[in-house]
């Protein structure tokens, strides 16, 4: 199986449907710090708090606090892991598939231990969701001419493949199920998208007019976005499918939106939005290095995750530190004097843009020497403060700027210990 990494709909715990009342994402892009350099395929936020990550060489990583620091906990063995699913901070399922066959492990205590609860002998397990906290659906690559697909209705503890039987040549791809209540939606390697709307007591074919379905995405019941190396747009639950145009080349490792918004990336350090129902897009954000191999938002939250070839994790979302003052889209751009001045050792700086746009703040030294990057990303129009914690520094006078479509603006501030 060549693995195409790609996008997953992280079904909401305890819910029947997504929940439409969330806010849409917004903030700035950060890099996370994951402390390795191999590939990271599949990533799983409980909410803005909690994501699992899972990688090559039996990798997994888990981060309880924003991403601010990621852990790299046991796994179930040292083969190659392609998707996750998390529950919460202590619980979570990964598949793997070595060449003596496919398995897929549960952990309750944060992966200080594992236990093996599915073994097929062939195949290739692609992905694991749950509509609930007890039921949840796996599937895999075809096995003797029907696809892989197993149950459960006790929290992942035990699969059941009776009364699942599809029969079917096509692959299936890595984090490529969508699941949203009783609604399944499975991508391949063909234009047809593999459905059920009963949880898999039956499935059918929908015809999207793609070369292949890596990903797919709902924003509620009607709205939804389907491709890979193109893509297709439903507006009637994806029973007709529309051709959407998107930027750049390659097929797509992710999608993901949210009301009028949508997200995508193509295997490259690209991700691309739109905030029109996919009529015009852009260039949101530009990793500084690797391939994305997965994208996701937060279940119960409004906090967007990708995972990189090379280790990278990227995170989009107010961070810690920078938060929202007001809703109401300022009339100019403004940097306000931090408060309070002097200070010892926490200080916070306001600042305003009328227009979105990629706004950095950084920290100079009285010699015009950068010590610190307090911001460095995309944001949307409006008011936010920032917090600046100076307690690995010297006393003495130091200069913050502000740098966001052209507006440029320094103010000066002193650090008394």
């Known amino acids: 199986?060549?693995?195409l990494l790609n996008f997953q709909n992280q079904a909401l715990v305890g819910k029947k449907m997504k929940d439409l009342s969330l806010p849409v994402p917004s903030g700035v892009w950060s890099e996370q710090t994951s402390g390795i350099a191999t590939a990271l395929y599949s990533i799983s936020a409980v909410d803005d708090n909690v994501a699992w990550i899972a990688g090559a060489a039996g990798k997994v990583l888990r981060t309880i606090n924003k991403g601010l620091t990621w852990t790299t906990v046991t796994a179930p063995n040292a083969n190659d892991i392609y998707t996750i699913y998390a529950f919460d901070q202590n619980k979570a399922i990964v598949t793997s598939s070595p060449s003596t066959g496919t398995f897929a492990y549960i952990t309750t205590n944060g992966g200080a231990n594992w236990t093996q609860v599915l073994a097929q002998t062939g195949?290739?397990?692609?992905?694991?969701?749950?509509?609930?906290?007890?039921?949840?659906?796996?599937?895999?690559?075809?096995?003797g001419g029907r696809l892989t697909l197993f149950k459960t209705t006790n929290g992942g503890f035990n699969w059941d493949s009776a009364g699942l039987y599809y029969p079917t040549a096509l692959a299936g791809w890595n984090n490529g199920m969508y699941?949203?209540?009783?609604?399944?939606?499975?991508?391949?390697?063909?234009?047809?998208?593999?459905?059920?709307?009963?949880?898999?007591?039956?499935f059918s074919l929908l015809a999207t007019g793609l070369t292949n379905t890596y990903v797919t995405w709902f924003n509620n019941a009607s709205i939804g976005v389907t491709?890979?190396?193109?893509?297709?747009?439903t507006t009637n639950g994806g029973t007709n499918w529309a051709a959407l145009t998107v930027p750049g080349t390659g097929n797509s490792s992710g999608v993901t939106g949210r009301q009028?918004?949508?997200?995508?990336?193509?295997?490259?350090?690209?991700?691309?939005?739109?905030?029109?129902?996919?009529?015009?897009?852009?260039?949101?954000?530009?990793?500084?290095a690797g391939s994305f191999y997965h994208l996701t938002m937060s279940r119960n939250g409004s906090t967007i995750w990708g995972v990189r070839s090379n280790g990278g994790i990227a995170r989009y979302g107010l961070v810690t530190g920078i938060n929202p003052i007001s809703s109401t889209t300022p009339?100019?751009?403004?940097?306000?004097?931090?408060?309070?001045?002097?200070f010892n050792p926490t200080t916070n700086i306001n600042f305003s843009i009328p227009k979105s746009g990629l706004v950095t703040m950084k920290v100079f030294d009285i010699l015009g020497k950068e010590v610190a990057t307090l911001v460095n990303g995309n944001f949307n129009?409006?008011?936010?403060?920032v917090d600046f914690n100076a307690s690995n520094?010297?006393?003495?006078?130091?200069?913050?700027?502000?740098?966001?479509?052209?507006?440029?603006?320094?103010?000066?501030?002193?650090?008394?210990?």
């Open 331 to 342: 009339d100019n751009y403004s940097l306000g004097q931090n408060y309070p001045n002097p």
């Open 179 to 202: 699941l949203n209540g009783d609604k399944v939606f499975i991508g391949t390697n063909s234009g047809n998208l593999i459905y059920s709307s009963n949880f898999g007591s039956s």
């Open 381 to 385: 129009a409006g008011s936010y403060t």
């Open 393 to 417: 520094y010297s006393s003495g006078v130091y200069f913050y700027r502000l740098d966001v479509n052209g507006f440029t603006e320094v103010k000066r501030m002193m650090l008394v210990k």
């Open 123 to 143: 195949g290739f397990f692609d992905d694991v969701q749950f509509k609930d906290a007890n039921n949840g659906l796996l599937y895999g690559d075809p096995v």
């Open 227 to 233: 491709g890979g190396a193109s893509f297709s747009a």
């Open 1 to 3: 199986l060549m693995l």
């Open 260 to 288: 009028n918004s949508w997200w995508t990336t193509r295997q490259g350090t690209g991700v691309y939005f739109s905030s029109d129902n996919g009529t015009t897009w852009s260039t949101q954000y530009t990793a500084p």
